[in-house]
């Protein structure tokens, strides 16, 4: 009999091998100047100190079906608001703002939480994205973490 750890499982059953397109998630693309409109509507709530509707707006349409430099211009619009709201406010009024948002918006702060670590201007700002993070999974325990492990929709 032969070594079990060799055998490649994908020759075994093809129909189960995924390629990169079917990992693209079924959803409408979201154009540059889309994303450049909201980053402005957020810029605009973060100037009238409408905190949680900046929030709000960045985190209601992230760019799922975009290019890498739409996607990164969003992340960075999320994170200035994130910036924002921490410097206007303590660390604990942050789970205030965390507890406002619905599931889906949780779910879609933790994605660009960790998208924003992988970055130089986050690994600058590491102190803040682990406030964000903490009283994030405080309120809303792993299942965000889960979610964004297993969701083929990237920010």
């Given at each position: 009999?032969?070594?079990?750890?060799?055998?490649?499982?994908?020759a075994?059953?093809?129909?189960?091998?995924?390629?990169?397109?079917?990992?693209?998630?079924?959803?409408?693309?979201?154009?540059?100047?889309?994303?450049?409109?909201?980053?402005?509507?957020?810029?605009?709530a973060?100037?009238?100190?409408?905190?949680?509707?900046?929030?709000?707006?960045?985190?209601?349409?992230?760019?799922?079906?975009?290019?890498?430099?739409?996607?990164?211009?969003?992340?960075?619009?999320?994170?200035?608001?994130?910036?924002?709201?921490?410097?206007?406010?303590?660390?604990?009024?942050?789970?205030?703002?965390?507890?406002?948002?619905?599931?889906?918006?949780?779910?879609?702060?933790?994605?660009?939480?960790?998208?924003?670590?992988?970055?130089?201007?986050?690994?600058?700002?590491?102190?803040?994205?682990l406030?964000?993070?903490?009283?994030?999974?405080?309120?809303?325990?792993?299942?965000?973490?889960?979610?964004?492990?297993?969701?083929?929709?990237?920010?």
């Amino acid at each position: 009999m032969s070594d079990w750890r060799s055998i490649d499982i994908y020759a075994l059953e093809p129909e189960n091998f995924l390629t990169k397109q079917d990992l693209i998630p079924d959803l409408p693309p979201v154009s540059h100047d889309v994303i450049v409109g909201i980053s402005q509507q957020c810029r605009q709530a973060l100037s009238s100190g409408q905190f949680i509707v900046a929030l709000t707006t960045a985190l209601d349409t992230p760019p799922y079906v975009a290019d890498e430099a739409t996607k990164s211009l969003h992340a960075e619009t999320v994170f200035e608001v994130l910036c924002s709201i921490r410097n206007n406010h303590s660390v604990n009024d942050l789970s205030k703002f965390v507890t406002q948002l619905d599931s889906t918006q949780q779910d879609t702060l933790v994605k660009y939480l960790y998208k924003s670590m992988g970055t130089g201007y986050g690994t600058k700002q590491g102190g803040l994205l682990l406030s964000w993070f903490e009283k994030t999974v405080e309120i809303t325990g792993l299942g965000p973490i889960v979610r964004y492990m297993t969701d083929r929709r990237t920010v």
